[in-house]
């Protein structure tokens, strides 16, 4: 009983996991970036559903798209002016930079916002359905929900447009790319841009039940490498597989390891992963 | 009606009075040199996580050194004010001691601090070296007076004497609503604060002689993103009670996640849970309501702390919790040992806090009074439960006016 | 030759202030200095993998966890004195690096992985650290004041001077061995790795075997200022000695002051302690002056722009930027001479 209850926790978390890897899958994957500021976008994200729900009452749902317009712009500037110009450097600078990056930002946040932590308090905030003595968190299905809906649009954006087919292009093959007309750099902008437009999104999505303040963003971030590589870099697929099975993994650590011992669980399976399985699980996302 | 006019004789009186005045009063200030300021200093964490509660501190210390202050400051030392002097120990080790290194530079008499044990220690060290007397008014580590060193006093209670004094408040309370603990779960977050309190909770519970049998310890990093299955865990067993020690953050989302399994006890106590004593965890409406804590506290019933508490909540806009009365306790017992010492000097003032008998103060418990590890062997704590948004205490009686409700109604009949 | 001797005098000069300081400063400045010491110390150690070999660890905090809790353990239940625990737990430090250099080297682990692994690692370290009571778990170890005669072979002073002669003299044999080791093969062959460790391999140079070695020395060294920070301060716990922010706040800066350069980390440690204090007194200049709550955070936001400008334009530091200066100076006096 206690373990199906976990295995309903583990899913709805790993929907939560999965929606937050997605923006940085797709910019490990397509541009090469580790984004160690990940974390941090996502917490701008949460601050502006918090603030549009606490002064113009909207819900975050629906102030989700405000929220990924914003943040889709503060992705290109990133991109366009941070990140553009070390192009072909090794990754490592990028690690540095975008660490760097994710202190500028926890940091403005820590002393417009302070400290404080909060949760958007919308109504159906604490409702839970229940069946069969098995509680089910109504918000987490909302976001489970999200995360699918945003995997499906992400993953026909990439698919079926033609600048889904840029950026794949790309990432693939820059001077191929280059060469065919591709204005390269004004792509990866993109690219950038709507990988922060779905961070923000999942901030959005998770700002009901997850109390936030600017210094959980370091947790995001571990959270999502820790999903996205096991999943596979680049494979929006495995972003929500990997999202599952850690979500799965960690209730059930937390059921039957004591204190922080499923936190090691999740970085013992990324390690492995890394040594023997680099490409994720699922595999990286390779075209012809 | 007095004459306006005033005579001679009465003007040479007169004058003659203040100039006697002006001499008794003045002369031994000149002696001594003309009433200065008295330099106190404070470590507390400003910023970072705490950082309400540190300058929930912070603003006890600094009401007190002003009611000191208005009171006509330190008496023996021609009425000399007391002046704080602040540092932000920004929740680290080394920017404490850092700091402590700082405000020794300033010529302070005395040392306050650090709400963090770990900054607490930090500055410790540093203070001892120095051989300035340190008089810690919030930090709750055994270790931290067992160092040996001469120098370094408590107000604040020990885990131990909380740990105690809750249980004892816990068996009164259910022994008394006819329904002592039979079986209870223990929750709590794996940070060392937490831990500490349980370690030594669990041997005081067979010390004490408590009823309750433990059914199970569920732990969780207090960074965790969802505390749903240690939730599901507890619930599983049914047990009567829960004790817990939190964060606010994760305090916030277990009554939350209690709430939405539809997981009932009969009460939910905090053994020492600083993050329950937070004022957003008191905000959660019908979640926090009849939360008890295990901790510190002030004197509900006492005519000067009702009169701090008021004053203080008017002023700062928060309650006057456990934190705000042990700072402003401290100011008591430094000023205090000052005007007995008469003098500044470290080794006097030293002197006087070991002898130091303050009974006028607004904490719960008994006079303060040092032992020889520096330890306020008067110190109290108490067990509050959260009623109407508000932490009151329920126990012990001498300092309590509300009752404890138990058992809690249950989530349903809440709304 | 010229050049020489008065560089030898300047830094003769310069190690002699470094020596006599103590006598001059007050407590205050020799906490800093100790910190500076300490954090260059560190940095240096890890400059030697992440500078000089190319390979970036946000990691190496469990090294000087691993040597914190080593000689400590052994001095509060054996009595061991820290001056041999240290050397103990050194050695321990330097097997683990070498166990995950080994993986990862070995196994041809990318750069950035190396990093993610490094950081994973540490993460790891330290939640089990924070789960064992037998390492104290998450409540940390107080280590036993030692007085008397016997305590500095305890490792133990109730002054701070020695504590300072002994980081000073830990950063001086660091820097020592460091040079010593840029001019050697090693530092020739981990210059040609770190530039293209293809090009390297294909010229017969076991990328493998350099990287593991200067990973073995800067674990080694690193552990030793562990049980350093363990005596100073008397307590540590998981998240001081362990764990991800501490290992990034050890790699800031070797990376400010100039990655793979000799002085590299202590500049960027002389740098970044004093602008820590410098916007903490500018906080508090503008809370009093204008009421302001403060510039909580300053010093992180300035770190944190100084890291995207450093690696942007400076990826070889302050140093690097001297050394290029230089450079173009130097042509320009030829250019002048012709």
């Known amino acids: ?288 | 009606m007095r004459d306006r006019k005033i005579s001679r004789r009465t003007f040479l009186k007169s004058a003659g009075t203040v100039a006697a005045g002006v001499g008794l009063t003045g002369f031994p200030a000149i002696l001594r040199g003309a009433p200065k300021e008295i330099l106190i200093g404070a470590v507390h964490p400003l910023t970072g996580l705490v950082a309400e509660a540190g300058q929930m501190s912070v603003w006890g210390l600094e009401l007190a050194v002003e009611h000191v202050n208005k009171a006509g400051g330190i008496k023996s030392m021609g009425g000399a004010k007391l002046k704080l002097l602040v540092e932000d120990s920004e929740s680290k080790n080394e920017v404490g001691a850092i700091a402590a290194e700082k405000l020794i530079r300033k010529e302070i008499v005395c040392l306050t601090g650090a709400f963090q044990s770990g900054v607490t220690m930090a500055i410790s060290k540093v203070s001892d070296r120095y051989k300035m007397p340190l008089v810690v008014d919030v930090a709750t580590a055994d270790a931290i007076t067992q160092q040996g060193f001469q120098y370094t006093f408590r107000v604040f209670p020990t885990i131990s004497s909380m740990v105690r004094t809750g249980i004892q408040g816990i068996m009164e309370v259910t022994d008394k609503a006819g329904r002592p603990i039979k079986t209870a779960v223990v929750i709590h977050i794996s940070e060392f604060t937490a831990k500490a309190s349980f370690d030594i909770f669990y041997p005081m519970c067979d010390k004490v002689g408590a009823p309750w049998k433990i059914l199970k310890k569920i732990t969780y990093p207090e960074q965790t993103m969802s505390v749903a299955s240690e939730v599901s865990e507890a619930k599983v067993l049914k047990p009567d009670a829960l004790f817990i020690n939190c964060r606010m953050r994760d305090a916030i989302m277990l009554v939350q996640e209690m709430y939405k399994q539809k997981f009932d006890v009969d009460g939910v106590f905090g053994i020492v849970g600083s993050g329950l004593a937070d004022p957003s965890f008191h905000k959660q409406g019908k979640l926090s309501e009849y939360v008890f804590n295990a901790c510190p506290w002030h004197d509900e019933v006492k005519p000067l702390a009702l009169k701090v508490a008021k004053e203080y909540e008017a002023r700062f806009k928060k309650p006057y919790n456990m934190n705000g009365s042990h700072s402003y306790d401290t100011i008591l017992v430094i000023a205090d040992a000052l005007e007995r010492a008469g003098t500044g000097d470290k080794e006097a003032l030293r002197k006087a806090l070991v002898a130091t008998k303050l009974e006028n103060k607004t904490s719960i418990g008994g006079p303060i009074k040092f032992d020889e590890k520096g330890d306020n062997i008067g110190a109290g704590a108490a067990l509050v439960q959260i009623q109407e948004e508000r932490s009151k205490c329920v126990f012990p009686h001498e300092f309590a006016l509300a009752k404890a409700v138990y058992p809690a109604p249950k989530w349903e009949k809440r709304g | 030759m010229r050049n020489r001797v008065s560089t030898t005098i300047f830094f003769l000069l310069l190690g002699f202030l470094f020596l006599v300081a103590p006598l001059y400063v007050g407590g205050y400045l020799l906490e800093i200095l100790i910190i500076v010491l300490w954090l260059g110390y560190l940095g240096s150690c890890w400059n030697i993998i992440g500078g000089y070999a190319g390979q970036i660890s946000l990691g190496h905090g469990t090294f000087v966890g691993l040597g914190a809790y080593t000689s400590t353990l052994l001095f509060s239940r054996l009595g061991l004195t820290p001056w041999i625990g240290m050397f103990l737990g050194a050695i321990l430090a330097m097997a683990i690096g070498l166990f995950v250099g080994f993986l990862c080297f070995r196994f041809r682990v990318r750069g950035a992985y190396f990093l993610l692994i490094t950081m994973a690692m540490t993460e790891i370290v330290r939640l089990c650290f924070e789960n064992i009571d037998f390492f104290g778990s998450t409540v940390g170890l107080f280590i036993p004041t030692m007085k008397g005669p016997t305590a500095p072979l305890l490792y133990q002073f109730d002054q701070k001077w020695p504590f300072y002669l002994i980081i000073l003299g830990m950063t001086a044999g660091i820097l020592w061995i460091t040079f010593l080791m840029e001019r050697s093969k090693i530092g020739f062959y981990l210059k040609a790795i770190k530039g293209d460790e293809d090009a390297a391999r294909s010229l017969g140079v076991s990328a493998a075997r350099y990287k593991l070695l200067a990973m073995a020395l800067s674990s080694f060294f690193i552990a030793l200022g562990g049980t350093f920070y363990a005596q100073y301060r008397m307590y540590i716990r998981p998240d001081l000695v362990m764990g991800i922010h501490f290992s990034v706040e050890i790699v800031l800066a070797p990376i400010i002051g100039g990655l793979g350069t000799l002085f590299g980390p202590i500049l960027g440690a002389f740098l970044m302690i004093p602008l820590e204090e410098l916007s903490r007194l500018l906080t508090d200049f503008l809370k009093h002056s204008f009421r302001m709550k403060g510039l909580i955070g300053l010093h992180l936001i300035t770190y944190g722009v100084a890291l995207i400008l450093m690696v942007r334009f400076m990826p070889y530091g302050i140093i690097g930027l001297f050394q290029r200066l230089k450079g173009r100076w130097a042509k320009n006096e030829e250019i002048i001479r012709d």
């Not at chain 1, 996205?228 to 929500?240: F, K, T």
């Not at chain 1, 937390?254 to 999740?266: I, P, R, T, Y």
């Not at chain 1, 013992?268 to 040594?275: K, N, R, S, V």
Request: glycine fraction near 12%; charge should be neutral; include cysteine.
């Open chain 1, 1 to 288: 009983m206690l373990y199906l209850q976990a295995l309903i926790n583990g899913i709805l978390m790993g929907g939560v996991y999965g929606v937050m890897a997605l923006g940085l899958s797709l910019i490990f994957g397509v541009l090469n970036i580790i984004n160690l500021a990940h974390g941090n976008l996502m917490v701008i994200g949460m601050y502006i559903s918090y603030l549009l729900f606490v002064l113009l009452g909207v819900d975050p749902y629906l102030s989700l798209f405000v929220t990924v317009f914003i943040l889709f712009f503060i992705g290109f500037f990133i991109q366009r002016f941070i990140l553009n110009p070390i192009i072909g450097a090794p990754e490592e600078m990028s690690v540095l930079i975008t660490l760097g990056l994710g202190m500028v930002i926890q940091n403005i946040l820590l002393m417009t916002f302070g400290p404080d932590y909060f949760t958007v308090d919308t109504s159906y905030k604490l409702s839970s359905l229940m069946f069969m003595g098995l509680s089910v968190d109504v918000a987490k299905i909302f976001t489970f929900v999200a995360s699918l809906i945003i995997t499906a649009v992400f993953f026909s954006f990439l698919q079926w447009t033609e600048l889904g087919r840029a950026i794949r292009a790309a990432s693939n093959n820059r001077e191929a790319a280059m060469l065919m007309g591709i204005n390269v750099k004004k792509i990866y902008c993109v690219a950038f841009a709507i990988g922060t437009a779905t961070v923000g999104a999942a901030g959005s999505c998770i700002s009901t039940f997850i109390p936030t303040s600017q210094g959980v963003g370091i947790l995001f971030t571990m959270t999502s490498f820790v999903v996205v590589i096991i999943g596979g870099v680049g494979n929006y697929l495995g972003a929500l597989a990997g999202g599952l099975l850690i979500g799965i993994v960690e209730e059930f650590g937390a059921v039957l390891l004591s204190g922080s011992m499923k936190q090691v669980v999740s970085f013992g399976l990324l390690i492995l992963i890394l040594l023997f399985r680099p490409e994720g699980l699922l595999g990286r996302k390779s075209e012809e």
